[in-house]
């Protein structure tokens, strides 16, 4: 089970000669403060921005009706935080997603006179705004109709203690979905950094922890050496065939 955040701070603690604090949240103490702001960093700065973890890859389908689209736009799923690429999707047409695109390619789709060859979609996530959202546009953006399929990474990677996913610490029993031995890895350098310590070991410690992990968290496909292997993704029973 993974550890809480006082059960973190109670290591943390130990590890830098400061005393257990019955309390991280909401304490006032000077050093609890520093141990639960190390904690809050390590996690959503350092463990949930370094690496695509398994636990935090959700897949997501948006219709996409051009002539029903007012503005073009396609909300993002709400917990959307980064799409994981080349996982997009058109499932009518049973075709790759082109993208997502950078304005630059963006804009010689749209306003110049590149012609899209076949029945490929082109992609971009871009800032709605008005409603402070991530959305997705596409191209050609006139009489398609079709559902696209993703992947990405949920911004929710804190669990309450009952059971509810959010977006940050509140609470002395929240656990995580990221592995708790990467967050309280990137919580001590930073806790040794805010009280003068040195803490460049610790730094690489925290380095070499995540990748063993991380290299561990969803397994890899096989590696051939001979370039004549053939891959065969076709999931067909050998029998009835006469």
């Known amino acids: 089970m993974s550890d809480t955040v006082l059960d973190i701070g109670y290591k943390l603690s130990d590890e830098v000669g400061l005393p257990r604090y019955a309390n991280l949240i909401g304490n006032q103490d000077q050093n609890a403060r520093r141990i639960s702001t190390s904690i ?28 029903a689209s007012d503005s073009g736009t396609y909300p993002l799923p709400t917990d959307f935080d980064r ?69 990405y990474i949920s911004n929710k990677c804190v669990i309450s203690s009952g059971g509810t996913l959010k977006t940050s610490i509140s609470a002395d029993d929240d656990t995580f979905l990221i592995p708790s031995d990467v967050v309280r890895a990137a919580s001590k350098w930073r806790l040794l950094r805010s009280l003068g310590m040195s803490f460049q070991d610790e730094r690489l410690e925290y380095s070499s922890l995540l990748d063993d992990l991380s290299a561990n968290d969803s397994g890899a496909k096989k590696i051939h050496t001979n370039r004549m292997v053939k891959y065969d993704i076709a999931n067909i029973p050998e029998v009835g065939f006469g």
Request: charged content about 30%; glycine content about 6%.
């Open 83 to 151: 799409i994981i690429n080349d996982t997009i999707w058109d499932e009518v047409n049973y075709n790759k997603v082109r993208g997502p695109v950078d304005l630059r390619e963006w804009q010689e789709f749209e306003k110049g006179f590149a012609q899209l060859a076949g029945l490929e979609l082109v992609c971009r996530i871009q800032g709605d705004q008005t409603n402070n959202v991530k959305v997705m546009v596409f191209y050609p953006d006139d009489s398609t109709v079709t559902t696209v399929s993703l992947w």
């Open 40 to 67: 809050s960093d390590g996690l959503l700065i350092d463990a949930f921005r370094d690496r695509d973890w398994e636990m935090l890859r959700k897949p997501a389908s948006i219709p996409v009706d051009s002539a």
